[in-house]
């Protein structure tokens, strides 16, 4: 089992991370914000794409934190914050630069048409594994367009 850790300080690395969540799942309950470390997180259960074309192997998924520092705002569209339990799954996360420097709004996309929206003083997010690896029958499958 390898141990992912990675760091983003600008939109190419931000595109590396957003490649190794693609698809990752997760509850509402698995997500926090804190205004005052301006901070927002999610834990994650992560397919593991970078191993996904070995034949030798079952797929697995990786418990993972993910984590977005200097956060100034935090919205989201789609997401009923009161069911804790409810499973979402996380398709790509992109940024968008709001003038000349370095601030701007992270999005992450969620299937179902939900969205979370970042307003970030610069690109700074972590993503490490921080739990267990699990076998997993089955690879995510866009073919159908997603």
Known sequence: MTTLKLLAL???DLAIISAHMQDSVFKVGDMFYSPRLGQFSITANRFVWELSDRKDKAYERHRSA???KRVQ????????R???DEVLSLLAIRFEQKGEGPDGTVELTLAGNATIALDVECI????ADVGGAWETASKPDHSDGE
């Open 124 to 127: 700074e997010v972590q993503l």
């Open 82 to 84: 009161r069911r804790r």
């Open 66 to 68: 993910l984590v977005f």
């Open 73 to 80: 705002a935090v919205r989201s569209t789609g997401i009923d």
């Open 10 to 12: 600008d939109n190419e």
